[in-house]
C-alpha cells in the first residue's frame, strides 16, 4: 500500500508562482511513474505531468509545456511540480499519482493524494 499527501497549493495571482510536492509512504516508489494531474470544477480529471521511473525523463500536457516542471527525488519518496507564469485557468485541484507505466490516462495509475487546492485569480 502507498500512501501519497500532496502540499503547497494556494491562492495566487496571475504570473505567479507555486511549487507542489507529494510525499509518499509505505513503498519505495523509484521503480515507479510519479505524475501529477488535475481537476477543475465541472470537468474531467487531466493529465498534467509525468516523469519516468529512471533516469528522470519527464512529459507534459501541451497546455503546461515550458511553464511547469516535474522533478523527484527517489531518496526522499517525493515528487515535486514547479509551476511558474499561472493562469486562471490552471486553477484546480491538483492530485499526485503512482503507475508501474508511463501513461497519460488516469485509469493507468495505481495510487493517488487526496489533492491540493490551487486557486489563480485575474
Known amino acids: 500500500q502507498v500512501q501519497l499527501v500532496e502540499s503547497g497549493g494556494g491562492l495566487v495571482q496571475a504570473g505567479d508562482s507555486l511549487r507542489l510536492s507529494c510525499a509518499a509512504s509505505g513503498r519505495t516508489l523509484s521503480n515507479y511513474v510519479m505524475g501529477w494531474f488535475r481537476q477543475a470544477p465541472g470537468k474531467e480529471r487531466e493529465f498534467v505531468a509525468a516523469?519516468?521511473?529512471?533516469?528522470?525523463?519527464?512529459f507534459y500536457a501541451d497546455s503546461v509545456k515550458g511553464r511547469f516542471t516535474i522533478s523527484r527525488d527517489n531518496a526522499k519518496n517525493t515528487v515535486s511540480l514547479q509551476m511558474n507564469s499561472l493562469k486562471p485557468g490552471d486553477t484546480a485541484v491538483y492530485y499526485c499519482?503512482?503507475?508501474?507505466?508511463?501513461?497519460?490516462?488516469?485509469?493507468?495509475?495505481?495510487?493517488w493524494g487526496q489533492g491540493t487546492q490551487v486557486t489563480v485569480s485575474s
Open positions: 499519482a503512482v503507475a508501474p507505466r508511463y501513461s497519460q490516462w488516469a485509469n493507468q495509475y495505481d495510487y
Open positions: 516523469i519516468w521511473r529512471i533516469g528522470g525523463g519527464t
